[in-house]
């Protein structure tokens, strides 16, 4: 960091909220209190302040089952009249919900009137192609409003959504189509990715060669013009059965517990995990958060988030969290530096953002290119600065204060997963004191331990311990879909069933404030997206070249941590003059080809052997030495020590 102004122009006083900012903000201090004295109580009042119910609840929490929890239970609601329909009642049908901002700089400004008409069409359409309560629909699109009218369509229904990520391979999507027993499958015939078209819908034709494949109509949005290969009888485009439908549609109330979407995402093996959510404890947490850690006034404000809709900052923050609060808001579809480097600037000046969320991995790329080009904008409508997906470094968390927030926005530093649905762990704009680099404290309704070994809480500044959760909380995951067993292993086993296990590191400081440490099992996080080892090791396995592969995240100063390589090629399928860089090139594009470019490796290695241990597990942390370049650490548990110099050897160190 060069700008050594950063760290010492900021005291404590300036990190306390600015009493103007307090006198308007949605959360208060006396949250956290009423929140302790009564969890139930005051999660049902908050369930009755942001949503609209058609019949009441008459229980907040169900416990009995845990760890199966239904909150407000036997209430009734629709999600899609929740975050579109009561707003155009209440009068606000003329407000913006979304200020769309096209890859070619076409824009479309979309009200709340627009949305309900586009909303209804859509599920008068997903009617008539046979989609009903229960059925999965598969999204696999791009940040175009079309998306969102999409799943809000499915919540409409009471249909299931399950959004995978554009940029994941038509491998990636077999899998989760098959997981999830998909009937249908919206998807654009391309999408633009820096200022060109790129394909999409064949990703979908070739995930649905396999003769396992559920899906029985797929839907098409035309955005690119791509050209398509098309199956009669199965292929629909959008435009030939959406425009017509009536823009009238009567929402029908579900249950509370209606399961709402699958989401998948990495776990510890290869198998990625369908995390899924239901609606009305959901959609409570995704609102309350909003109002109280954005500090969104949906009369005043312009919400921008950043992240993709096929990730759950995307579902919570983009979709339901702000469209149930009625707020106005920009959904934007290029990348930050197409056509230029200040395009995201551009978007805060044009549609005076007032509150911007976005990632750590964002904030240091734009760091690198240096803050002269946000000073070229005017940035002053920021009020409120978030930080979502990974740790966010105290410097980088200075420089997106001083140079995107005026020096005087404050920035919530938001812990939380798909798993816990929306936000866990953050300061509240307002009442806060910040701490650069900290998540501070968990919001009001929420409660955390740090652990350790032994699964003892303890409270000691600076030691490194396991985060867990200790209440549950509305819009936790239900279980991961159709394998109840693994979710029981997976977050509530570890430290007995009294705790959701995070599998992030945490410590305190002397302040009390939580700092989160990263992943403490064989997840990495890369520019926020969590990518398992064992995903990609298996994905590199399947070359036919290779014998064996360990994966391990290496820290990397822009991504947070990238993925590194090391393989053992199989000795009959290699010649003696293989060309190792094309080779490991050869590699990279196959693991971005099985999980998607994301996944690609910084580096492939091509060594003869592996580090090991007794039992046989690879010592991954020795690896992270090499690929970290450190020397190595402790070698006593190695089954053959002699292994780490000859993979030094064989990469020349
Ligand atoms: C919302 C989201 C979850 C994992 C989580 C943790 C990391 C997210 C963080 C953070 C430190 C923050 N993480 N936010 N770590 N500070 N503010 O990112 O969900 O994709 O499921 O990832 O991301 O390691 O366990 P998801």
Redesign the pocket.
């Known amino acids: 960091m060069t700008d050594d102004s950063l760290s010492t122009h900021l005291d404590r006083a300036t990190l306390e909220p600015d009493p103007a900012f307090t006198a308007q903000a949605n959360g208060t201090q006396d949250m956290y209190a009423a929140a302790e004295a009564d969890h139930e109580g005051f999660w049902a009042e908050q369930g009755r302040k942001y949503l609209t119910w058609a019949k009441d609840f008459d229980t907040t929490l169900d416990w009995s089952q845990a760890p199966f929890a239904q909150w407000f239970v036997g209430g009734e609601l629709n999600v899609a009249y929740n975050c579109v329909d009561r707003h155009v009642e209440a009068g606000n049908g003329d407000r913006v919900a979304i200020h769309f901002e096209g890859d070619q700089g076409d824009t479309r400004t979309i009200t709340y009137a627009d949305l309900q008409r586009e909303v209804n069409k859509v599920a008068n359409a997903l009617t008539e192609l046979g989609v009903g309560k229960g059925d999965t629909v598969m999204i696999y699109m791009p940040m175009i409003p079309e998306t969102v009218f999409t799943m809000l369509a499915c919540a409409r229904l009471g249909a299931i959504h399950s959004l995978v990520f554009g940029g994941f391979s038509a491998e990636a999507l077999h899998t989760r189509i098959n997981d999830a027993q998909a009937k249908i499958a919206v998807t654009t015939d391309g999408q633009w990715r820096r200022g060109k078209p790129a394909p999409l819908k064949a990703a979908v034709d070739e995930a649905l060669e396999h003769a396992d494949n559920t899906v029985e109509k797929v839907l098409v949005v035309k955005r690119t013009g791509t050209d398509v290969t098309w199956t009669e009888g199965r292929d629909i485009w959008w435009d030939d059965v959406v425009p017509g439908q009536s823009d009238e549609h009567t929402p029908e109330a579900f249950d509370s517990e209606h399961p709402l979407f699958i989401l998948y995402?990495s776990g510890t093996t290869g198998k990625p995990k369908g995390i899924f959510h239901t609606s009305g404890g959901y959609l409570t947490q995704a609102a309350y958060t909003n109002a109280i850690v954005h500090d969104v006034h949906p009369e005043t404000d312009v919400y921008w988030c950043t992240a993709d809709v096929g990730?759950?900052?995307g579902h919570s923050y983009i979709v339901y969290g702000p469209l149930a609060n009625g707020a106005t808001q920009v959904l934007y579809e290029g990348t930050p530096d197409t056509p230029h480097q200040g395009r995201w600037w551009e978007i805060i000046e044009k549609y005076k953002v007032s509150i911007f969320y976005t990632a750590p991995t964002a904030i240091r790329t734009f760091m690198k290119w240096g803050h002269d080009i946000p000073d070229k904008f005017d940035l002053s409508s920021i009020r409120v600065l978030g930080?979502?997906?990974?740790?966010?470094n105290p410097e980088a968390w200075l420089w997106y204060r001083k140079y995107i927030g005026s020096d005087k926005a404050p920035i919530v530093?938001?812990?939380?997963?798909?798993?816990t649905g929306a936000i866990m762990i953050s300061p509240l704009p307002g009442v806060t004191t910040l701490e650069p680099g900290s998540?501070q404290k968990p919001i009001p309704g929420i409660s955390a331990e740090i652990l350790d070994d032994e699964g003892n809480p303890f409270t000691e500044a600076e030691k490194v311990g396991y985060l867990v959760l200790t209440k549950p909380w509305p819009s936790m995951l239900r279980g991961i879909w159709g394998d109840p067993d693994r979710y029981r292993d997976t977050y509530w086993s570890r430290f007995g069933p009294k705790y959701y296990f995070?599998?992030?590191g945490a410590k305190y400081d002397e302040r009390g404030n939580i700092w989160?440490l990263?992943?403490v099992d064989d997840v990495m996080?890369v520019s926020?997206?969590?990518l398992s080892t064992a995903e990609i090791e298996s994905a590199l396995v399947s070359h036919p070249k290779v014998a064996e592969a360990a994966v391990v995240g290496a820290n990397d100063e822009t991504t947070g941590q990238a993925p590194v390589a090391f393989v053992i090629l199989r000795a009959d399928a290699v010649s003696d003059g293989e060309d190792k860089d094309a080779l490991s090139a050869e590699l990279r594009g196959h693991v971005g080809k099985e999980i998607g470019p994301i996944a690609k490796p910084r580096n492939v290695m091509i060594v003869s052997e592996l580090p090991k241990t007794r039992s046989g597990k690879i010592m991954r942390r020795l690896l992270k030495d090499v690929a970290e370049g450190r020397d190595i650490g402790d070698t006593t548990t190695l089954a053959d020590s002699s292994v780490m110099n000859l993979i030094k050897e064989t990469l020349g160190g």
């Open positions: 995402t990730w759950v900052t930080s979502v997906g990974e740790p966010i530093d938001t812990w939380w997963q798909t798993e998540a995070a599998g992030d989160l990263g992943r996080n926020g997206h969590r």
